[in-house]
């Protein structure tokens, strides 16, 4: 495992375990005691999975001494602002039965996100968060969020993977220090992306799979990665992408699969922006 080095010292697995779409409890407890046993140290849940709970069972039966985890949480839109994220991140720690967070990030660039983050440099500074970012920032946004607040964000988490490479608010999150994690490292199966021929093809020639090769792609760049999976085989391959490096010729021929924009969410959309001020995570 290699890590990256965040704005404020603290050291970051650039591999990780999403649980995204996973909201049984009793799956997404096995998937991440599974994850943790195969290797993952990283975990990424948020509020808004509703899976919390059971990732905080799966951390405290898992055996791997607190210390050694990455724990990653996100507030929803519904608890955007000051109060609001005070009592959420609390009930983040005590959904996870953890006195602190490793990362804590805000989770769509909607609502009150200034006050909301004011809450979290308090967090931070009393100890109970690690680090704190954001998620879904697109350039001028994050730009803008950078001038604006006193404390740098740690973590932009978006949406990355070789059909979407995010160039100009990776150049932004590189001017202001900010670590770029890909959710959606594999375009949530769309583009054929485990079967992509020019994919497919390195693949073969390194002894892995696309997938691998997807994900390997992103590290190279400096990208940390969180796949998701329920199959512990899968979750083996998706680890097993150390042992390889991707050329500067087969990074160009990824880079040129670039479609420029996203095929999954589009922040732009005033009916998607309804949506997310209008999903409520609890009463």
């Known amino acids: 495992m290699d890590y990256v080095t965040l704005n404020n010292g603290v050291k970051m697995p650039m591999e990780g375990f999403g649980v995204f779409q996973v909201p049984d409890p009793v799956q997404c407890e096995q998937a991440v005691l599974d994850a943790i046993d195969t290797g993952y140290r990283l975990i990424d849940t948020a509020a808004a999975y509703m899976n919390e709970q059971a990732v905080g069972v799966a951390i405290a039966k898992c055996g791997v001494p607190r210390e050694e985890l990455f724990i990653t ?166 680890f097993d992408i150390w042992d390889f490096s991707l050329t500067r010729d087969e990074m160009e021929k990824i880079n040129a699969l670039d479609m420029g924009h996203s095929n999954i969410v589009d922040h732009n959309n005033p009916e998607f922006i309804k949506m997310l001020h209008n999903l409520k995570v609890h009463a």
């Not at 006195?99 to 809450?119: C, E, F, N, S, T």
């Open 73 to 238: 949480t996100k507030l929803w839109v519904q608890d955007a602002g000051y109060g609001a994220a005070k009592k959420a991140l609390q009930t983040s720690l005590d959904n996870l039965g953890l006195d602190y967070l490793d990362l804590y990030l805000i989770h769509q660039p909607v609502g009150d996100y200034m006050g909301a983050w004011r809450a979290m440099e308090e967090a931070y500074r009393e100890g109970k968060l690690r680090a704190i970012g954001v998620c879904n920032f697109n350039a001028a946004r994050l730009l803008d969020f950078c001038e604006s607040v006193e404390m740098k964000p740690a973590v932009n988490q978006v949406e990355i993977h070789p059909f979407f490479h995010q160039k100009e608010a990776m150049k932004i999150m590189s001017d202001y220090g900010v670590i770029p994690e890909a959710w959606g490292p594999f375009a949530e199966g769309k583009f054929d992306i485990f079967t992509n021929p020019v994919l497919t093809e390195m693949g073969r020639s390194h002894g892995k799979t696309a997938a691998q090769v997807a994900l390997r792609w992103n590290i190279q760049r400096g990208v940390v990665v969180i796949p998701k999976t329920v199959h512990k085989d899968r979750m083996e391959q998706n």
